[in-house]
């Protein structure tokens, strides 16, 4: 999978910007349909302007963390915004959530205009896009939604809401993370700035300050003990954040 971080480059507003949050406040994802036929770019470009729909004053920026592209390059995953910003997306549930937009205009629920749904490369993409996500933010599938679970009966569309309560009904998104070894652990605390000193496999005295440090940060249980929820927290600082 490739994710083509595009958070620098696409345009921001001349003064707005999101507010941030630590990675441990994510609690779920959310998954959105563009409801027209336009492009992440021009999507983008609605967002700041004023007097979009969103915000009068208008957005900081795109207003989802990823986008999937159905023009152009086909399935193409885009990154708009950092994970730990607040992005403007599921009133009430912005803190706590990521967003996902697929272009298109698919029909759903109360819509009966626009395509059957997402393409085949687009539905891919979201499969790699949800599972990956799960698994670096320590997810289970019951964290994955529509928008409308939460008001928006016709988001993302028929298709795209068919494969969300598959998903949200089976057990294929986790994955292991119980065979890492204490030097992976090691490497990651360091890489992601929680010196823990060389990557031996001996948890010392500095590995188990660097993962205190890093369970406080991230809201897990301060207790230096690299568990299941520790090591899934630990891969949600990629590179493409």
Not at 125 to 136: C, Y
Request: net charge negative; glycine share 12%; with cysteine.
């Amino acid at each position: 999978m490739n994710i083509i971080d595009r958070i620098d480059e696409l345009p921001w507003h001349p003064t707005r910007r999101w507010s941030t949050r630590g990675l441990g406040a994510i609690r779920k994802i959310i998954i959105h349909q563009e409801l027209g036929n336009g492009t992440i770019e021009q999507v983008n470009d609605y967002h700041i302007s004023p007097g979009n729909h969103i915000s009068e004053n208008g957005c900081p920026h795109f207003s989802y963390h990823y986008g999937i592209r159905k023009s152009g390059t086909d399935g193409e995953i885009i990154q708009a915004n950092a994970l730990n910003h607040i992005v403007w997306h599921a009133k009430g549930q912005n803190t706590a959530s990521v967003g996902i937009m697929l272009e298109g205009f698919f029909k759903g629920p109360g819509q009966e205009l626009g395509a059957e749904g997402p393409t085949p490369a687009q539905m891919d993409s979201l499969r790699q896009l949800v599972g990956h996500l799960t698994n670096i933010l320590g997810l289970s599938n019951q964290d994955v939604y529509g928008h409308y679970h939460y008001g928006k009966p016709a988001c993302p569309g028929t298709k795209a809401g068919e494969w969300i309560e598959r998903f949200r009904n089976s057990e294929d998104a986790e994955t292991d993370v119980a065979d890492l070894s204490i030097e992976q652990v090691q490497e990651r605390l360091n890489r992601l700035g929680y010196d823990c000193g060389a990557a031996d496999g001996i948890v010392g005295i500095r590995t188990l300050a660097a993962v205190r440090r890093f369970q406080k940060e991230y809201g897990l249980t301060v207790d230096g003990v690299i568990g299941p929820q520790t090591r899934y927290r630990l891969f949600a600082e990629t590179e493409e954040v």
